[in-house]
Each structure stands twice: as structure tokens, then as C-alpha cells.
């Protein structure tokens, strides 16, 4: 609107290092140095209110919110499905292999750069019934640039299983991270894995969500017994925060799947997604 004013302001307000600062700044993230597109179309598509089943798979969409965004350094991401520091990172095994140890996973060829993340609740994708009210939340991540990607736009780019994995034992709550490998050990992730500063207490079902410079993390505590989903939580909306029915059983088992999405075939990695389900 202030460019609109004169051609003065329009000159001002459309340089680049304008938006460029805009971005960092609300983002809270480093200078990548280099990016595909103008900084004015970037911040335009991290804060017009878009998220990734807004482009597709919208009838499965109930809510969402924001997390804010990380960095990553490396083209080396850790994602696991237990919020707990690793003595050691596994190297050359298979992912499901990883996942059915530890419940973790590597992933390489990352884009490096600024990443977004989001926290999604969507229904239940095993089947099509409006009625159905099985729901699952997902951490899903994605490189800044990828929406303003042709390959995405165009539908060419698409997310894939890369592994799934099926904890039947009991747990308190869903969680999910994706870290940096390369900055794993920096104190700032000691808060993440410090979970009873963050998670709230066991009877807060709200989910909590903790991001660092070089990583973001997601916990919902899971509920004892069927008859308070019922009478409590059946129905609830929570108007200025995330509308979460996710709600499951800490008797029941979770069932996890990582999902990424490649630049193409053999391309960078772009976006990423952590999925929980009550089993």
C-alpha cells in the first residue's frame, strides 16, 4: 500500500535487501547467502497464510498452526519419533532398520537453506468417509522456496514413504523432531530434549511445539482412558489455537510414517512430513 503512494516509496519499498531483511528478520533465521527467487515473493509465500494441503489433499485438511522456521546447515537431517538425545547417529543401515531400533531415521541430500515447519491435523487417509473421525497429526516441513517451484506447482514433485513404523507400547505422548545433524549437540537442542520444560503436563492435551536455529520438535500428551475423549473432548474447538482432535489412547500404539519429497527423481530433499496415527 505504501508503494502505491509514489514513485518514490515504490523504488524504496520493491529493492530486495528491503524484503530480504523483512524475511530474516520475522523469520528469525541466518542469511542463506544465495536463493532461486526474489525475496519479495519468498516472504510472500512463508506469510500469506498458505500451507501444504492448501495446494493439495484439501477434503483430508481439518487445522493447522504455525511453528515457526529452522535452518539447516547440513544436507544431513535426523527424524525421529522419540524426543531423546542419540548416543550415536547409525551409519549405512537401512531406515526401517533405524526405525524399528530406535525410531529414528537419516535422511542425506537435504537442501540446505531456510526451513518452514507447520503442525497439520488431517483426517484418517486409509479411507474416504466424511464421517470417519479417526485423525492424525503430522510435523510437515518444507524448504522456503518449494512453493514457488515449478516441479511443485505443476504437481510433478510428490511426497513418498520412505519408512513407517508401528510403536505398540505404551507412551505418554506423540512426539516428533527433525534436527541438523551437524548442529545435534548444540546446547540449544538440550531444551528440546528436556521435554518436561516444554511438553505441559500429562492432562494438557493442547500440543506444545519447541523450534531452535537448527531444528523443531512437536509433542502431544496422549489421554487414558476412551470415556474422557468422549465427554471432554468430542467436540472441542479451540478458537485461537489449533483445533485438535488428535486426542488418542496412551493404551493404544501409534502407528509413525516419515514421508519426503524430492526435487525430482534424484533431487534434494524439499519437504518433509512426520505422521502419528492411533492404531
Given at each position: 500500500?505504501?508503494?502505491?503512494?509514489?514513485?518514490?516509496?515504490?523504488?524504496?519499498?520493491?529493492?530486495?535487501?528491503?524484503?530480504?531483511?523483512?524475511?530474516?528478520?520475522?523469520?528469525?533465521?541466518?542469511?542463506?547467502?544465495?536463493?532461486?527467487?526474489?525475496?519479495?515473493?519468498?516472504?510472500?509465500?512463508?506469510?500469506?497464510?498458505?500451507?501444504?494441503?492448501?495446494?493439495?489433499?484439501?477434503?483430508?485438511?481439518?487445522?493447522?498452526?504455525?511453528?515457526?522456521?529452522?535452518?539447516?546447515?547440513?544436507?544431513?537431517?535426523?527424524?525421529?519419533?522419540?524426543?531423546?538425545c542419540p548416543s550415536e547417529i547409525p551409519k549405512e543401515e537401512k531406515i526401517e532398520k533405524m526405525l524399528e531400533s530406535s525410531g529414528s531415521c537419516v535422511?542425506?541430500?537435504?537442501?540446505?537453506?531456510?526451513?518452514?515447519?507447520?503442525?497439520?491435523?488431517?483426517?484418517?487417509?486409509?479411507?474416504?468417509?466424511?464421517?470417519?473421525?479417526?485423525?492424525?497429526?503430522?510435523?510437515?516441513?518444507?524448504?522456503?522456496?518449494?512453493?514457488?517451484?515449478?516441479?511443485?506447482?505443476?504437481?510433478?514433485?510428490?511426497?513418498?514413504?520412505?519408512?513407517?513404523?508401528?510403536?505398540?507400547?505404551?507412551?505418554?505422548?506423540?512426539?516428533?523432531?527433525?534436527?541438523?545433524?551437524?548442529?545435534?549437540?548444540?546446547?540449544?537442542?538440550?531444551?528440546?530434549?528436556?521435554?518436561?520444560?516444554?511438553?505441559?503436563?500429562?492432562?494438557?492435551?493442547?500440543?506444545?511445539?519447541?523450534?531452535?536455529?537448527?531444528?523443531?520438535?512437536?509433542?502431544?500428551?496422549?489421554?487414558?482412558?476412551?470415556?474422557?475423549?468422549?465427554?471432554?473432548?468430542?467436540?472441542?474447538?479451540?478458537?485461537?489455537?489449533?483445533?485438535?482432535?488428535?486426542?488418542?489412547?496412551?493404551?493404544?500404539?501409534?502407528?509413525?510414517?516419515?514421508?519426503?519429497?524430492?526435487?525430482?527423481?534424484?533431487?534434494?530433499?524439499?519437504?518433509?512430513?512426520?505422521?502419528?496415527?492411533?492404531?
Open positions: 500500500m505504501l508503494a502505491t503512494t509514489s514513485r518514490w516509496f515504490h523504488r524504496i519499498i520493491m529493492e530486495e535487501s528491503v524484503w530480504k531483511f523483512a524475511c530474516l528478520r520475522d523469520l528469525q533465521v541466518p542469511d542463506p547467502r544465495h536463493v532461486a527467487f526474489k525475496w519479495i515473493k519468498l516472504y510472500a509465500s512463508a506469510f500469506d497464510g498458505s500451507h501444504s494441503f492448501t495446494f493439495r489433499q484439501r477434503e483430508k485438511h481439518i487445522d493447522w498452526m504455525r511453528i515457526g522456521a529452522f535452518f539447516l546447515d547440513s544436507p544431513v537431517a535426523l527424524l525421529t519419533e522419540k524426543l531423546i535422511l542425506t541430500n537435504m537442501k540446505t537453506g531456510i526451513w518452514i515447519a507447520d503442525l497439520q491435523l488431517v483426517r484418517c487417509p486409509v479411507c474416504d468417509l466424511n464421517t470417519c473421525d479417526g485423525t492424525m497429526q503430522t510435523l510437515d516441513a518444507r524448504h522456503i522456496e518449494l512453493f514457488l517451484s515449478e516441479g511443485y506447482q505443476n504437481g510433478s514433485w510428490d511426497y513418498e514413504m520412505i519408512g513407517s513404523h508401528d510403536s505398540k507400547k505404551h507412551a505418554d505422548g506423540a512426539s516428533g523432531g527433525i534436527f541438523d545433524i551437524a548442529h545435534l549437540n548444540d546446547s540449544s537442542n538440550s531444551e528440546i530434549f528436556d521435554l518436561k520444560s516444554w511438553v505441559g503436563k500429562p492432562n494438557d492435551w493442547q500440543p506444545k511445539v519447541m523450534i531452535t536455529l537448527h531444528a523443531v520438535a512437536v509433542n502431544t500428551n496422549l489421554q487414558e482412558n476412551e470415556e474422557n475423549l468422549r465427554t471432554q473432548f468430542g467436540k472441542t474447538t479451540l478458537s485461537h489455537k489449533l483445533d485438535y482432535r488428535f486426542f488418542p489412547l496412551s493404551e493404544a500404539g501409534l502407528n509413525v510414517k516419515y514421508h519426503a519429497m524430492r526435487a525430482g527423481a534424484d533431487g534434494e530433499v524439499v519437504s518433509i512430513r512426520i505422521s502419528q496415527q492411533l492404531l
